[in-house]
């Protein structure tokens, strides 16, 4: 059975780091794209990052409004996938959700992935 667990979510202040954890279980990451999402209620899901493995190498690509702030990375031996958080924002105040894709794809759309977590909660505040 395909399992996806968010960890690392919590408070933080303005200009503050975050580390996200997504554990899978049940299918072996590196053969997949992992992405991660966000929503704040009332609005639609984000794409944040994805991340990619193939016989290339591996990809990575970020929304425009974390460039330069997050930085995503997967650890194959843990079959985990971390999204670290650096000069965090309130506007990246969200849910947070790692999501699998069926083939290895490097993809933001939503659509493409279709495992999902159950997410974890991050606010950043004064």
């Known amino acids: 059975q395909v399992q996806l667990v968010e960890s690392g979510g919590g408070l933080v202040q303005p200009g503050g780091s975050l580390r996200l954890s997504c554990e899978a279980s049940g299918f072996t990451m590196n053969y997949y794209g992992i992405g991660w999402f966000r929503q704040v209620p009332g609005k639609e899901r984000e794409g944040v990052s994805c991340?990619?493995?193939?016989?290339?190498?591996?990809?990575?690509t970020y929304a425009d409004s974390v460039k330069g702030r997050f930085t995503i990375s997967r650890d194959n031996a843990k079959n985990m996938v971390y999204l670290q958080m650096n000069s965090l924002k309130p506007e990246d105040t969200a849910v947070y959700y790692c999501?699998?894709?069926?083939?290895?794809?490097?993809?933001?759309?939503?659509?493409?992935?279709?495992?999902w977590g159950q997410g974890t909660q991050v606010t950043v505040s004064s």
């Open positions: 991340i990619s493995s193939s016989s290339s190498g591996t990809r990575t």
């Open positions: 999501a699998a894709t069926k083939f290895p794809l490097l993809t933001m759309n939503d659509r493409d992935f279709s495992s």
